[in-house]
């Protein structure tokens, strides 16, 4: 396990390195920098003074060399709207969406998981078309949507929960249950489809053998062979959500991470739209690395490879 | 030899062994599965008894119902197979109306189960000693120290070094002739009356397969458990049955004391899978068996009269009628229009 999870280590640091140079690069090549810093009407002077003053003209590859040893000691520059740095504002918006992801993901998996199980034990019934229609019916509806629908119903009309910002756990509740929603119809299918391949496995048979309960045959036998894949899936989902968040967070107003991006796009921010994608990209080698440890650790045929 | 018996009740019980306080009597079983183009009556017409502490061989080709049999009477049957008999009583308690919370008290304590995939019969996620240990304390037979304390001595028993080691490790560290060595000691965790043994050998290697039925049987006389084994291995029957039932296209054909029916096959197709026995000295190894030439009828949307005929050397007439059960000595039944030994009979053509 040890040595495994050592490799995955370091394959996750190749892979960390090679998003933050494809995050670094990908801002150069949209553009010349100097001339979106200096604001369309600078003079040809100015815009070299800026090339100058922000060491544009050096050669890409020292720039991200000097960008990543900064990054890799916090220091990811300053706004350039701002008066922060882009460490310390990402670092305040951060709690935010991970907050608003990981309720995300908890409510999508106590959507998905139950459903999925019941689903798959009750196979071709009305009850597993009736899963899948819920599953469908998430998909179908965009997220600002449903977001819309749910502040008017909940946070409008019953007045049960407030509409917008971050100060209390209620006010995460519909963006989670936005967010959720739309990940679990995912989540559901493949929970449903793993579920039904294990029930008819020879080893469920054997657990039926041994004179076990159905409900231990479902969530001990049954259930710990066909969440591995759903654990794979739900790291994406998650990294899907703090990635995702930028249009729920905008409709309901909460100051995380996604809003700070838009903010920043639009304002040609591009030290913080940087961090933002390296520290975004980052996530999503951390939880993949996560997943394969816990897949590992789930699956005991996958630790010795 | 004894006159045949065409009474129909009587021949129920001749078929079905007749013997006092069984651990296991099947009735007239049928099974039946929807299939694609209908209804596959995979298992027509079985009767059988296990006596307390006998072993009974049920032999056939495959594809003829064995496994089914064992999985009705174990309440293991896949979804939409529809069973129906007139009688399943396990130690006198039946099977047929019994409900699922009372069949959970017996599957794997009272009655346990070795079935033909060693591959995939244990779960992949859980180490051996979970798995192992899981039936005993389930059924109440004590806690956990308990339970590994017989684990190991099980493990030992039938024939794994180093048992308490194994206890940590997961399945697919092992190899499958252990892996099955390690469902027949999961089956004996509770001291089970009854052990169904499903072609426990087939999928393994062929040089453990004699050792491990040698073991079952062993194992068989040492708790003095009721085994019901399949098997192909007819050599292996000889030497352990007590009694041999033998199952065609869904139905038991002959059935009776080991010695009757080895030694005096009523039904051709008895008499045709001894003659497929390998003999030592006469049949080199590696040189392959004999087989009984033709095919199994398909048995979608049933069949009447007698599934062999259309291989059978001495089919006559009457053969695609009903077909009487009859009775010989000690409790020696067959399901044949012939009433002679197959060996005083003269084959009415020879089919290829
Ligand atoms: N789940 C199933 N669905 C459809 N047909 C099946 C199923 N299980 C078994 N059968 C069929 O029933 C017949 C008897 O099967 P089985 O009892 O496994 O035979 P045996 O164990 O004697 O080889 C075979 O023709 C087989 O194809
Ligand atoms: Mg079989």
């Known amino acids: 396990m040890l040595r495994f999870a050592l490799r995955r280590l370091l394959l996750a640091l190749v892979v960390g390195i090679a998003v933050s140079a494809i995050a670094f690069m990908l801002l150069r090549i949209s553009g010349d920098l100097a001339i979106a810093l200096a604001g369309e009407d600078a003079s040809p002077a100015d815009v070299e003074r800026i090339r100058e003053q922000y060491g544009l003209n050096r050669p890409v590859i020292v720039q991200y060399g000097e960008w990543l040893w900064n990054a890799v000691r916090g220091d990811l520059g300053r706004s350039l709207f701002y008066p922060e740095s882009v460490a310390n504002l990402i670092m305040t918006r951060l709690p935010v969406t991970l907050t608003l992801s990981a309720m995300g993901l908890v409510i999508a998996l106590l959507i998905a998981l139950p459903l999925g199980i019941i689903a798959a034990l009750k196979r071709n019934t009305w009850i597993d078309r009736a899963a899948l229609g819920i599953a469908v019916m998430g998909q179908a509806m965009p997220n600002f949507w449903f977001g819309l629908l749910m502040i008017f119903l909940f946070g409008l009309a019953l007045g049960w929960l407030p509409v917008s910002g971050s100060e209390t756990i209620w006010h995460f509740i519909m963006p989670a249950v936005t967010l959720g929603w739309f990940s679990a119809p995912v989540l559901m299918r493949l929970t449903r489809g793993g579920m039904v391949e294990v029930m008819t496995s020879d080893y469920i048979r054997t657990a039926h053998a041994k004179g076990l309960p159905v409900r231990v045959v479902v969530l001990k036998h049954a259930l710990r062979n066909a969440i591995i894949p759903v654990v794979a899936l739900c790291s994406v989902q998650f990294g899907n959500m703090l990635s995702g968040s930028v249009v729920t967070e905008t409709v309901f107003a909460l100051q995380g991470i996604g809003y700070l991006a838009w903010e920043a796009i639009s304002r040609r921010d591009f030290p913080v739209v940087q961090g933002i994608l390296l520290l975004v990209a980052l996530f999503y080698v951390v939880l993949t690395l996560i997943a394969d440890l816990l897949n590992a650790w789930l699956d005991p045929r996958i630790r010795r490879g | ?352």
């Open chain 2, 1 to 352: 030899m004894s006159a045949p018996v065409v009474n129909a009740a009587a021949a129920d019980d001749v078929m079905a062994g007749h013997v006092a306080e069984p651990v296991l009597e099947v009735q007239h079983l049928a099974v039946q599965i929807p299939v694609a183009d209908g209804v596959l009556h995979a298992v027509r017409d079985v009767s059988l008894s296990v006596p307390r502490g006998e072993t009974l061989c049920v032999v056939g080709e495959s594809g003829c119902g064995k496994s089914l049999t064992s999985l009705a009477v174990m309440g293991l049957l896949p979804g939409g197979a529809r069973r129906t008999a007139d009688r399943m009583t396990f130690l006198g308690e039946d099977l047929l109306s019994m409900s699922p919370g009372r069949l959970r008290e017996l599957r794997g304590n009272r009655m346990a189960m070795i079935f033909q995939e060693p591959m995939t019969s244990l779960n992949p996620s859980w180490t051996i000693g979970d798995q192992l240990t899981e039936p005993f304390i389930r059924h109440g037979k004590g806690g956990k120290a308990q339970a590994t304390e017989r684990a190991v001595f099980l493990l030992e028993r039938v024939g794994i070094a180093a048992a308490g080691r194994r206890l940590v490790q997961y399945p697919h560290e092992l190899s499958g002739g252990l892996r099955q060595r390690v469902m027949i000691a999961m089956a004996l965790m509770c001291g089970p009356e009854l052990i169904l043994a499903d072609e426990p050998t087939t999928a393994l290697d062929v040089t453990i397969q004699a050792e491990i039925l040698h073991l079952l049987a062993e194992l068989q006389r040492e708790f003095g458990m009721g085994l019901l084994l399949v098997t192909h291995d007819l050599g292996i029957v000889a030497r352990v049955a007590h009694r041999v039932a033998v199952m065609y296209a869904g139905e038991v054909v002959e059935s009776g004391p080991t010695t009757a029916v080895f030694d005096d096959p009523r039904h051709p197709y008895t008499r045709g899978l001894i003659d497929c026995i390998p003999i030592p000295g006469r049949n080199k190894p590696g040189t392959p068996l004999g087989t009984i030439p033709g095919l199994v009828p398909n048995l979608v949307g049933g069949i009447t009269g007698c599934a062999f005929r259309d291989r059978c050397a001495y089919a006559r007439a009457g053969c695609d009628g009903a077909i009487p059960v009859q009775a010989g000595a000690h409790d020696h039944g067959w399901r044949c229009v012939l009433s002679e030994s197959v060996a005083d009979s003269t084959p009415t053509e020879v089919r290829a």
